[in-house]
């Protein structure tokens, strides 16, 4: 993976990707931008659709240091996409300062479903790692009462770049 920083405005090549140095995992992030993976900041995530367009949404993420974790419901847009086209482009925006920011563009590795007997455990343990993080819930809350299945995503870095 690479990490590229952006040069900010008022210098020479401002908005341009300035220093760039290779990467083997997520802890080699600067500490204020590797916060915005461990904290409940809220991602934009997009992936491509059957017709090629854009398909942006609104997404919970985790991390191990090694891959962006993500969670969804099997057969939903997002799933859908992932699991035909498994490019995937990240922006996380820190809430309290729009101008500071980081994009993580990846490739989707593996996909965990939560039925899969030897492994689906992993799926469940992550949507309610996120729902404490992000609600204070120890149980993700919001399940289809008609019942889901959740998948979780490893979600692979090839370029990350950083602004702020």
């Known amino acids: ?42 991602a934009t995530m997009s992936t491509v659709n059957a017709s090629g367009t854009v398909q942006l949404t609104p997404v919970w993420v985790g991390s191990n ?20 086209r498994p490019q995937v482009s990240l922006l996380f925006v820190d809430p309290a300062n729009a101008y500071f920011w980081m994009s993580i563009q990846g490739e989707v590795e593996e996909i965990v479903d939560e039925d899969d007997p030897a492994r689906g455990a992993e799926a469940t343990a992550s949507i309610n790692a996120m729902s404490k993080l992000y609600l204070g819930e120890d149980v993700y809350p919001l399940r289809d009462p008609n019942g889901e299945v959740r998948s979780l995503y490893y979600v692979k870095p090839t370029k990350i770049v950083l602004f702020g």
């Open 1 to 42: 993976m690479e990490i590229g920083t952006v040069t900010p405005p008022g210098n020479e090549g401002a908005f341009q990707v300035g220093d760039r140095k290779p990467a083997t995992t997520l802890a080699e992030l600067p500490a204020p931008h590797k916060r915005l993976l461990d904290e409940a900041v809220t």
């Open 65 to 84: 240091d090694t891959h962006v974790l993500l969670n969804s419901v099997r057969g939903r847009l997002k799933d859908r996409n992932l699991r035909a």
